[in-house]
T-cell receptor, first 115, second 110 residues
Framework: EAGVAQSPRYKIIEKRQSVAFWCNPISGHATLYWYQQILGQGPKLLIQ????????DSQLPKDRFSAERLKGVDSTLKIQPAKLEDSAVYLC?????????????FGEGSRLTVL | DQQVKQNSPSLSVQEGRISILNCDYTNSMFDYFLWYKKYPAEGPTFLIS?????DKNEDGRFTVFLNKSAKHLSLHIVPSQPGDSAVYFC?????????FGAGTRLTVKP
């Protein structure tokens, strides 16, 4: 079974530039998450999708971050314009269950460095 | 707001001995608790979980204990192996809202 795929693995940009990350969840997984993990901290939820609808985006900085999940499969996370504090690993995860009482399946992450 | 706390950033253990990783939480609404393991340059992978209606769950060398009155859970690894060296994240979920601790880096020395 293929895992959660993310790209790019690494991205370096200057502040005020834009960046986009892509995620392909495990086939058949209805729920998709984007997490931000800053160095030395645990993953922090940015947004949760159930199929192509948003379940929770309360911690997403909507003035600069946006995410979509077209057709309920792949998802993209965009940051525009980027700030220095956005430097982090962006983790995509999926789950077959609507209510998360089970484990999440994470991708390898996309490491963003903002200079 | 740190609802899930792992107060030990690192732990070093000799191979064959027991590793005990601790986690505290503040939100009494959490009803499911999980441990994830993370190797460098990889995403976290699920290790073991426990429902709030239980106080212990065991899977091979890994056992998770939950003390609801103390809002504390722990992960025991017995015996510890060098391949267990990784960062371990504690996570807690309340109706689908999952929060993670900052992680504990476990080093198992041969």
């Amino acid at each position: 079974e293929a895992g959660v795929a993310q790209s790019p693995r690494y991205k370096i940009i200057e502040k005020r530039q834009s960046v986009a990350f892509w995620c392909n969840p495990i086939s058949g997984h209805a729920t998709l998450y984007w997490y931000q993990q800053i160095l030395g901290q645990g993953p922090k939820l940015l947004i949760q999708f159930q199929n192509n609808g948003v379940v929770d985006d309360s911690q997403l900085p909507k003035d600069r971050f946006s995410a979509e999940r077209l057709k309920g499969v792949d998802s993209t996370l965009k940051i525009q314009p980027a700030k220095l504090e956005d430097s982090a690993v962006y983790l995509c995860a999926s789950s077959p269950r609507a209510v998360n009482t089970g484990e999440l399946f994470f991708g390898e992450g996309s490491r963003l460095t903002v200079l | 707001d740190q609802q899930v706390k792992q107060n030990s950033p690192s732990l070093s253990v000799q191979e064959g001995r027991i590793s005990i990783l601790n986690c505290d939480y503040t939100n009494s609404m959490f009803d499911y608790f999980l441990w994830y393991k993370k190797y460098p340059a990889e995403g976290p992978t699920f290790l073991i979980s426990i429902s709030s209606i239980k106080d212990k769950n065991e899977d091979g060398r890994f056992t998770v204990f939950l003390n609801k009155s103390a809002k504390h859970l722990s992960l025991h690894i017995v015996p510890s192996q060098p391949g267990d060296s990784a960062v371990y994240f504690c996570a807690a979920s309340a109706r689908g809202d999952m929060r993670f601790g900052a992680g504990t880096r476990l080093t198992v020395k041969p």
